[in-house]
């Protein structure tokens, strides 16, 4: 089993940045597609962004792209979403996701593990 645990979460102001940690404790960090997943109050959970295997490829939706930007450390075990320029539609609860396939996915349901999530809060 894969343990994933967020943190970084916090409140800022619009315009302001955030840096998210996502720590995997386990030995294959490597081996895994990395996401970072966010849900509203009341709305479903949508995908952030991902990361590759190796980092050599990412994924951000489009209403974060530009903005945010996904990286991993291997090494550390860990990921990180850097989140810049933030609005208050940005505020929501974030999730480190990870599955082991061939291809990264941005869809909730193909991913297997989840963490239990880290609050954003973006004050107007």
């Known amino acids: 089993q894969v343990h994933l645990v967020e943190s970084g979460g916090g409140l800022v102001q619009t315009g302001g940045s955030l840096r998210l940690s996502c720590a995997a404790g386990?030995?294959?960090?490597?081996?895994?597609?990395m996401g970072w997943f966010r849900q509203a109050p009341g709305k479903e959970r949508e995908f952030v962004a991902g990361?590759?295997?190796?980092?050599?490829?990412?994924r951000y939706a489009d209403s974060v792209n530009g903005r945010f930007t996904m990286s991993r450390d291997n090494a550390k075990n860990t990921v990180f979403l850097q989140m810049n320029t933030l609005k208050p539609a940005d505020t929501a609860v974030y999730y480190c996701?990870?599955?082991?396939?061939?291809?990264?996915?941005?869809?909730?349901?193909?991913?297997?593990?989840w963490g239990l999530g880290t609050q954003v809060t973006v004050s107007s």
């Open positions: 996701a990870a599955v082991e396939r061939i291809n990264l996915p941005t869809r909730r349901q193909d991913y297997t593990y």
């Open positions: 386990e030995p294959f960090f490597s081996r895994y597609h």
């Open positions: 990361i590759s295997w190796f980092g050599d490829t990412t």
